[in-house]
């Protein structure tokens, strides 16, 4: 079985403050990470993915994420928060082997303040 | 490129009631996922089709059921509605079933009164 936990409901950030939301994965084999966001009233958005390769994986937005496989963590993470960047985030893992099943956090809803 | 759309985008059913809704992805692609989102379980994986057959189910009731055409259109059924059925149902494509990325729909907001 995999697993997601996104252990922060609500993270709040000022405007120009590095941001960080955590997620710790669990999976049977290689994982595949992903980052989606969703804003209000709308469907989720891709941000970035981990699939091989480096472990420092940039995405859309300004937005980078570093896989570590020894804290099975995935966080994501922005060097200057944005108000715009207020959103909910989800975290989601799939097995290498388990095409097309994604499974996701609860997520977490981050707001940036002006 | 067209993004995945979804209709309708809002739906008020009453308990008892069936309901279809269906998801259009972006064209050249052959995978169709459904997700179920709700405030209390988060976003749930229902099933996903890829050249009309479904090829995973997540853990649904049989009154949750779907089908992709060969245009790759899909649609998701719910029989006997529930008032927990209440939820945003998400579509998302991708453009086999071993694709990385999914792309998400807006979703349909269905309401079960």
């Known amino acids: 079985a995999q697993s997601v936990a996104q252990p922060e409901d609500q993270v709040n950030v000022a405007e120009g403050n590095p941001l960080t939301v955590k997620c710790t994965y669990s999976?049977?084999?290689?994982?595949?990470l992903f980052w989606y966001v969703q804003y209000p009233n709308r469907g989720l958005q891709f941000l970035l993915k981990?699939?091989?390769?480096?472990?420092l994986v940039k995405g859309s937005y300004g937005f980078e994420a570093e896989f570590n496989k020894s804290q099975t963590s995935f966080h994501l993470k922005k060097p200057s928060a944005l108000v715009s960047d207020s959103a909910l985030y989800f975290c989601a893992v799939r097995a290498n082997t388990n095409a097309g099943k994604s499974t996701f956090g609860d997520g977490t809803t981050l707001t940036v303040k002006p | 490129k067209a993004g995945v759309t979804q209709t309708p985008r809002y739906l008020i059913k009453t308990r008892g009631q069936q309901v279809t809704l269906s998801c259009s992805p972006i064209?050249?692609?052959?995978?169709v996922s459904w997700y179920q989102q709700t405030p209390g379980q988060g976003l749930q994986f229902l099933f996903e089709?890829?050249?009309?057959?479904?090829?995973n189910k997540g853990n649904f009731p049989g009154r949750f059921s779907g089908r992709q055409f060969s245009n790759s259109r899909s649609e998701m059924n719910v029989s006997t509605l529930e008032l927990g059925d209440s939820a945003l149902y998400l579509c998302?494509?991708?453009?086999?079933?071993?694709?990385?990325?999914?792309?998400f729909g807006p979703g349909t907001r269905l309401t079960v009164t």
């Open positions: 998302a494509s991708s453009t086999t079933i071993t694709s990385y990325e999914q792309y």
């Open positions: 981990y699939i091989t390769g480096d472990n």
């Open positions: 999976v049977s084999g290689n994982p595949y």
């Open positions: 089709y890829f050249s009309e057959t479904q090829r």
């Open positions: 064209s050249g692609h052959r995978s």
